[in-house]
Each structure stands twice: as structure tokens, then as C-alpha cells.
């Protein structure tokens, strides 16, 4: 399967920084990535979707202003949270998705902690 | 709107044994893909089988088999012969025709020694 690839892994910052995570597909050109937070103990929540060259696709309820996405090529998306806040702590997970036969393959997730 | 549940919080199985696994979904379309997703502890989500909807036969992976009645939105995971190292966090999930993907709440399987 495909190989996807997320940095940092682990990120601890100050709150009202901004934090960018990137995500790369290392052995695929992904047209569609997706972004989910984790919370400790809890299911993906899917905050976006992401295509390459056009603006992303966010779900209710997740700010865009916010959480800045970019896709600014088909090997590379990133996610920058923007002015975090402890809430903002989470478990960020990026996959990228194939057509056809619907598989999506993750990344392995960003620890983002804010104080 | 689709939604997918997982009833079972936590289950635990002799290794060795066979456990099943249970999730349930909502969904008004015919067209979509199911999916079993391992999360071990270093959070590294792991395809473990998926089934597509149109298909009537049951999904099988070595050890890993679906029961999937697609009447009864019902898409169970049965883990034959378990080991120590099937224990992680399972998550069952739905692929729209819309290529959107939701995720059930997980169920946390133990394997007992």
C-alpha cells in the first residue's frame, strides 16, 4: 500500500502560536488527503478533505479559519493550527485515499500539545 | 445522515479462540465500502479487511473474516485463532459514494494469554 508520512510527530507549544503539520505521500501522487483529530480514547473525527489545487472541504462545526489546510501539490498537504489553544490538543491524523477501491492510507498521527 | 456504531466499548478473548466483533451503520445509499481498521498503540491506523457494498460475499483476510447483511446494515469482524498481538483498538468505518468516511466510536480488544 501506499506510504504516508507525517511531520513532526510529536509537537508541544504555546498557546496562541501557530503550529503547521505536514503530510506527505511518499510513494503516491494523492489528488484527495483527509484530516482528522483524535481526542485521548475517542474515535477519527474527520475535520476536512483535501484536493489538490483547490480549496478544502471542511466539516461542521470545524472553524476554517483556524485550521488552515493547504494542498499546494499532489505529494504534500499541510495543516496549520492557528493561535492554538489547550483545546486544540489533540491527536492529528492525515490519510491519503484512493478511487475505486475506497482504501485510505494514514499517517502516523501528530501529538500536538499546547500549554 | 450516515452513521456507523460500534455497541461493544471493550472485549476480551483467549488466545487462540475466535472473537466477534460487532458494528452496525446507517446509510440511505447502495453504492459504499465498509471498513475494519486496527489501531495498535502507536496509533498507526492498519487496513484489516473491507468489503464493498455491492459485493454479497463476505470479505476474508487469512484470520480476518466480515459477516456483512447488508439488509440489516449489520458488518461484523470475526478474528479467528487470536493472538497477543490482535489487541489494539478496532474501529469499524464507512466509505460514502461521495468518498466521505465515518468512523464507529471503537471497541478496545484484549487478548488474554
Known amino acids: 500500500g501506499a506510504v504516508v508520512s507525517q511531520h513532526p510527530s510529536w509537537v508541544i507549544c504555546k498557546s496562541g502560536t501557530s503550529v503547521k503539520i505536514e503530510c506527505r505521500s511518499l510513494d503516491f501522487q494523492a489528488t484527495t488527503m483527509f484530516w482528522y483529530r483524535q481526542f485521548p480514547k475517542q474515535s477519527l473525527m474527520l475535520m476536512a478533505t483535501s484536493n489538490e489545487g483547490s480549496k478544502a472541504t471542511y466539516e461542521q462545526g470545524v472553524e476554517k479559519d483556524k485550521f488552515l489546510i493547504n494542498h499546494a501539490s499532489l505529494t504534500l498537504s499541510t495543516l496549520t493550527v492557528t493561535s492554538a489553544h489547550p483545546e486544540d490538543s489533540s491527536f492529528y491524523i492525515c490519510?491519503?485515499?484512493?478511487?475505486?477501491?475506497?482504501?485510505?492510507?494514514f499517517g502516523p498521527g501528530t501529538r500536538l500539545t499546547v500549554l | 445522515a450516515q452513521t456507523v456504531t460500534q455497541s461493544q466499548p471493550e472485549m476480551s478473548v483467549q488466545e487462540a479462540e475466535t472473537v466477534t466483533l460487532s458494528c452496525t451503520y446507517d446509510t440511505s445509499e447502495s453504492d459504499y465500502y465498509l471498513f475494519w481498521y486496527k489501531q495498535p498503540p502507536s496509533r498507526q491506523m492498519i487496513l484489516v479487511i473491507r468489503?464493498?457494498?455491492?459485493?454479497?460475499q463476505n470479505a476474508t483476510e487469512n484470520r480476518f473474516s466480515v459477516n456483512f447483511q447488508k439488509a440489516a446494515k449489520s458488518f461484523s469482524l470475526k478474528i479467528s485463532d487470536s493472538q497477543l498481538g490482535d489487541a489494539a483498538m478496532y474501529f469499524c468505518a464507512y466509505r460514502s459514494p461521495t468518498y466521505k468516511y465515518i468512523f464507529g466510536t471503537g471497541t478496545r480488544l484484549k487478548v488474554l494469554a
Open positions: 490519510s491519503e485515499g484512493l478511487a475505486g477501491d475506497g482504501e485510505q492510507f
Open positions: 468489503q464493498e457494498a455491492y459485493k454479497q
